[in-house]
Nanobody, 124 residues
């Protein structure tokens, strides 16, 4: 059974930074892509970023490109999301997900395990 546990969310002012982390259980972490999604109140869950199994390929939503950076440490079964220049519209619950494939996917059906989410709130 794979478990994903996110941490690092919180309240920050616009222009500030947060770093989200996700620790995964299971021995297949290093052979899976990983992704971050978010869901704001009243909105559908949306893709934020993804990273391939090796970390060699990354993908970002246009809305976060240039501000967010995804990374992974396979030795620690951890994937992180560094979020800079945060905006109020980044406010959402952020979810970590383990990919079905080794390469990145922006589709939620490309992921088979999800964390419980961590709240990010950006005040104006």
């Amino acid at each position: 059974q794979v478990q994903l546990v996110e941490s690092g969310g919180g309240l920050v002012q616009a222009g500030g930074s947060l770093r989200l982390s996700c620790v995964a259980s299971g021995r297949t972490f290093s052979s899976s892509s990983m992704g971050w999604f978010r869901q704001a109140p009243g909105k559908e869950r949306e893709f934020v970023s993804a990273i391939s199994w090796s970390g060699g390929t990354t993908r970002y939503a246009d809305s976060v490109k240039g501000r967010f950076t995804i990374s992974r440490d396979n030795a620690k079964n951890t994937v992180s999301l560094q979020m800079n220049s945060l905006k109020p519209e980044d406010t959402a619950v952020y979810y970590c997900a383990r990919g079905i494939y080794i390469n990145t996917s922006a589709a939620s059906n490309g992921y088979n395990y999800w964390g419980q989410g961590t709240q990010v709130t950006v005040s104006s």
